[in-house]
């Protein structure tokens, strides 16, 4: 599998890979449901996945107007059709947020590696999104089994260390040196080691946010999608956050 991601994005067009950012968003959307809402809700399910199809369409567009009109419309749409669930039980507005926190969290996160996509050499920022995230989780990996004692936040995530933590960082941030020397020459090779650094952490962040949901509900894994490791979510929850802070640093800070 990870052969035939790296051949979309070295070798696929921009329109390849929004598809299957597409694909991906329907699938982490669909756990997310699971998730959040059980069984039922299928208005409210049908109406996410929806607007979160459009999210990427948008991005790929490139019309930030057209994704601010998204935005604003799938809110409004959200709170009517609950409109329609009064005679049956109180309006749980929670589940308005339920739904605008999934087409947010999954689709409009993730949709991010088109606009890294759309970058001068984008290709190889999408690369180093998944360095990053990657490579400081398997060095987490590793140190956590071989030096973890200290929980991190058992109540969230048992498993995470401390110790796992700060060799993901220092692996993280390694690995962005070793990688942005090699392949964005162009490119101030300090930059490397905050992004290496601060995406490292905001990876771990993510993985922290992911498992928080899913210990409210109970759940060990987004889904049994993919054996061994899950579901999508429990694959993309460092990514789709290590993308934005990517993406932005290299538009506000590089330039």
């Known amino acids: 599998m990870a052969a035939a991601l ?8 921009l329109e390849v890979l929004t598809v ?3 694909l991906v968003v329907t699938g982490g959307l669909w756990e997310y449901n699971r998730i959040v809402f059980g069984p039922g809700f299928l208005k409210e399910k049908i109406t996410g996945l929806i607007f979160s199809l459009f999210i990427p369409c948008v991005f790929y567009l490139g019309d930030f107007q057209m994704l601010a009109a998204c935005v604003a419309f799938m809110v409004m749409a959200v ?7 009064v005679n049956e039980q109180t309006l749980d507005v ?8 999934g087409v947010v969290y999954v689709s409009f996160l993730t ?3 088109i606009l890294l996509r759309k970058l001068e050499e984008g290709i190889y920022w999408i690369i180093l999104v998944l360095v990053i995230a990657i490579i400081g989780d398997t060095v987490a990996l590793y140190v956590g089994k071989s030096l973890g004692k200290r929980k991190l936040i058992p109540a969230v ?8 933590t700060l060799g993901l960082i220092a692996g993280a941030t390694f690995a962005s040196l070793i990688y942005g020397y090699f ?8 930059h490397f080691a905050i992004l290496g650094l601060v995406g490292g952490i905001i990876g771990q962040l993510g993985d922290l946010c992911e498992s928080a949901i899913k210990r409210h509900y109970g759940r060990k894994d987004a889904s049994a999608l993919l054996p061994g490791h899950g579901g999508l979510l429990d694959r993309l929850d460092s990514l789709i956050f290590v993308a934005p802070f990517v993406y932005y640093y290299r538009v506000f800070v590089i330039g």
């Open 20 to 22: 299957l950012i597409a």
């Open 111 to 113: 949709s991010h590696f």
């Open 6 to 13: 790296l051949a979309v994005i070295i070798f696929g067009s």
């Open 79 to 85: 709170f009517i059709i609950f409109l329609w669930r």
């Open 94 to 101: 929670l589940s308005v947020a339920k739904v605008v926190l």
């Open 157 to 164: 995530s048992p498993g995470k260390t401390v110790e796992g």
């Open 183 to 190: 392949f964005l020459r162009c490119i101030p090779v300090f």
